[in-house]
Nanobody, 124 residues
Framework: QVQLVESGGGLVQAGGSLRLSCAASGSTFGIYSVGWFRQAPGKEREFVASINWAGSTSRYADSVKGRFTISRDNAQKSGYLQMNSLKPEDTARYYC?????????????????WGRGTQVTVAS
């Protein structure tokens, strides 16, 4: 069993930056792909970014490409999402998740473990 705890959210002005962290418990973190998803009030959960187990391949939603960077540190059992040039439309609750598949999947239902999320609010 793996537990995930996100941190790093907060209130930021448009154009600002935040770095989200996802800390995992358990010894098997390194075998999972890490994904970040977000959900705004009244909207469906959407894929943001994912990274493979080795940190060598990543995938991004078009809406964040060029602004967000996903990374991981297997020794620290952590995943990260660096968010730059934030926009009000990035406001959402952000969740990290783990997926045992080698593919970088964008469908949240395919992921095995989820954190409780961290709130990101971008003021205009």
């Amino acid at each position: 069993q793996v537990q995930l705890v996100e941190s790093g959210g907060g209130l930021v002005q448009a154009g600002g930056s935040l770095r989200l962290s996802c800390a995992a418990s358990g010894s098997t973190f390194g075998i999972y792909s890490v994904g970040w998803f977000r959900q705004a009030p009244g909207k469906e959960r959407e894929f943001v970014a994912s990274i493979n187990w080795a940190g060598s391949t990543s995938r991004y939603a078009d809406s964040v490409k060029g602004r967000f960077t996903i990374s991981r540190d297997n020794a620290q059992k952590s995943g990260y999402l660096q968010m730059n040039s934030l926009k009000p439309e990035d406001t959402a609750r952000y969740y990290c998740a783990l997926d045992r598949s080698f593919e970088l999947r964008t469908t949240g239902a395919m992921y095995d473990y989820w954190g409780r999320g961290t709130q990101v609010t971008v003021a205009s």
